[in-house]
């Protein structure tokens, strides 16, 4: 069975700290994703990967980078974090056929004060 | 931009009733995925729809893309409180997913 694995399931950040949320798979997929889930907006796509030290900005990344060395693993960087970047960050992966299905990770629900 | 709307967002109904959440996107869909996400939970891939016209059925659930392959319905018949969650679509256009707002469904017992 695939399992993602976000690091932290919950976390508390003040205002401007540097913020790294991790996330590794155990499936040799070669997709990996980062999105956040408000209430109202559903899921939005942050930022993607589709290989190793590869990445595509998504519909939402003003104020996030990412970081892909490994396969197993894609990471969420919040360079400054802002109270609006309070949220549920969730992670998936899956396989490069486009109609592979996303496998996600349990989330990470970030509160910045 | 790619959007995906999907109606209603809350739906509160009795156990044993049926309920359908509806897909509509902008543009047209490579293909269309959906998943279930309890309260607490992450999402969970249930089915994916390919073809144009495609119904699937999943025991109480039936699953719809339409002909134009903008638009998709869920349909669960006879609901129970296992069913309680957020239901989303999930439509594939280029190379990403654009997922729908969901839809938040209440069993009542």
């Known amino acids: ?113 | 931009g790619q959007q995906v709307m999907q109606i209603p967002q809350y739906q509160h109904v009795q156990e044993g009733e049926d309920f359908t959440t509806y897909c509509n996107s902008s543009t047209t869909l490579s293909n269309i995925q959906w998943y279930k996400q309890r309260p607490g939970g992450h999402p969970v891939f249930l089915i994916q729809l390919v073809k144009s016209g495609e119904v699937k059925k999943q025991k109480r659930l039936t699953f719809q893309f339409g002909e134009a392959k903008k638009n998709s319905s869920l349909h669960i018949t006879a609901t129970q409180t296992t069913d309680v969650g957020t239901y989303f679509c999930a439509g594939l256009a280029g190379n990403q997913f654009y997922f729908g707002t969901g839809t938040s469904l209440t069993v009542i017992p």
Not at chain 1, 3 to 30: A, N
Not at chain 1, 60 to 88: C, D, H, W
């Open chain 1, 1 to 113: 069975d695939v399992k993602v694995t976000q690091s932290s399931r919950y976390l508390v950040k003040r205002t401007g700290e540097k913020v790294f949320l991790e996330c590794v798979q155990d499936m040799d997929h070669e997709n990996m994703f980062w999105y956040r889930q408000d209430p109202g907006l559903g899921l939005r796509l942050i930022y993607f990967s589709y290989d190793v030290k590869m990445k595509e900005k998504g519909d939402i990344p003003e104020g996030y980078s990412v970081s892909r060395e490994k396969k197993e693993r894609f990471s969420l960087i919040l360079e400054s974090a802002s109270t609006n970047q309070t949220s549920m960050y969730l992670c998936a992966s899956s396989f490069s056929e486009g109609n592979s299905p996303l496998h996600f990770g349990n989330g990470t629900r970030l509160t910045v004060t």
